[in-house]
């Protein structure tokens, strides 16, 4: 439904710039508190295309290399990581093992020689 939604916005805001009208909805990452675009906090994340016109909204997925835990975003454990923004209310999830190649070792999430 919100792939949906974001087709849509996009829809209209082509429709609004060959008009000339500039776009004011929210980007990746952001979300609408009291009428504004505002960054989600460091844990979180959300689609780009909220209305800042309308109700406020909420960063209802994880950042990258977070996990799930009871509805919470947690920080992936050193040598794990996670490349997919889970939603925090879909259930709990877990982060991969990094695995680096032959003479590798991890280091923040990242493999280094």
């Known amino acids: 439904m919100r792939s949906l939604?974001?087709?849509?916005?996009?829809?209209?805001f082509h429709d609004r710039e060959v008009r000339g009208a500039t776009s004011n909805l929210c980007a990746e990452n952001e979300r609408v508190v009291s009428k504004e675009c505002e960054p989600c906090p460091g844990s979180m994340a959300?689609?780009?295309g909220d209305d800042p016109t309308g109700p406020d909204t909420v960063c209802s997925k994880c950042a990258f290399d977070y996990y799930v835990a009871s509805n919470e975003c947690k920080h992936c454990p050193p040598g794990t990581k996670n490349n997919v923004q889970d939603n925090r209310l879909g259930g709990n999830t877990?982060?991969?093992h990094t695995l680096c190649k032959a003479n590798e070792y991890v280091t923040s999430h990242v493999c280094e020689p």
């Open 5 to 12: 939604k974001l087709i849509l916005l996009l829809i209209l």
């Open 46 to 48: 959300n689609e780009a």
């Open 94 to 96: 877990t982060c991969a």
